[in-house]
């Protein structure tokens, strides 16, 4: 009799409950309209809401739109991107990213590389000459073959 109570505790603690469990977050709004969420509750200061946030299990029911689509919203043919930040490699990116990565790849040079662009491509040169300005890296296969590299005095590869 001893083993029926405890398989049926075992069952009941595996089984999973039906009941919806929702949290509760507080929205918080400053005087600025500056907007928190927290569990913890707001600041005397700021104005609170309390805010119902259920997440429901996948597969639990209805699906629940992540976002409500409008008519008649779509961005004009004439709308134009603008880059706010661009990240700079020094050298005018003449350069794209995947010229750059494909380049790297084939052990390729292409006017406007960097330095390390260089050396991740055909790596460490074996040597190193400067003359006006100008700085210089020299590598040779073991064929007895051997490749310049010229750089600008921002340390881009100049155009041939």
Known sequence: MRG???????????????????????????GNGHITFTRHGCPSEQQAQLQSAHNPTPGSGKAVPLAKPTSGTRPSAAAQVVVVGQQDDGCGNRVTGNERRQAI????????????????????????????????????????NSQQVSFDEAGCVKGK
Request: aromatic residues 8%; charged residues 30%; contains cysteine.
């Open 4 to 30: 029926l109570p405890y398989a049926a505790l075992c069952a009941a603690l595996l089984y999973p409950s039906h009941a919806p469990f929702a949290a509760g977050v507080f929205r918080c709004e400053d």
């Open 105 to 144: 790849i084939r052990q390729e040079i292409r006017s406007g590389m960097t330095r390390a662009d260089v050396e991740s491509s055909l790596g460490k040169p074996d040597k190193i000459t400067r003359r006006n300005g100008e700085q210089r890296y020299h590598y040779r296969d073991q064929r007895g």
